[in-house]
């Protein structure tokens, strides 16, 4: 139903950040009700929230 990939981001002065990366498969990107399933996690945690330093920066899903 989706491929879970781990990447990281770079910044300047080899800076890594690891992070987590969901995709949809096009099998089931056209079902409304998964893509809606598979968005509403995310979306409830893009509310402001104090930092923590244990915890990740949810990052909202780009375009197609």
């Given at each position: 139903?989706?491929?879970?990939?781990?990447?990281?981001?770079?910044?300047?002065?080899?800076?890594k950040k690891?992070?987590?990366?969901?995709?949809?498969?096009?099998?089931?990107?056209?079902?409304?009700?998964?893509?809606?399933?598979?968005?509403?996690?995310?979306?409830?945690?893009?509310?402001?929230?104090?930092?923590?330093?244990?915890?990740?920066?949810?990052?909202?899903?780009?375009?197609?």
């Amino acid at each position: 139903m989706a491929e879970l990939y781990l990447a990281f981001l770079a910044g300047q002065g080899g800076f890594k950040k690891f992070v987590a990366l969901k995709r949809v498969l096009p099998s089931v990107a056209q079902q409304p009700n998964f893509v809606k399933m598979f968005l509403d996690p995310s979306e409830e945690t893009l509310a402001p929230a104090p930092p923590r330093p244990s915890s990740s920066t949810p990052r909202s899903p780009g375009p197609p």
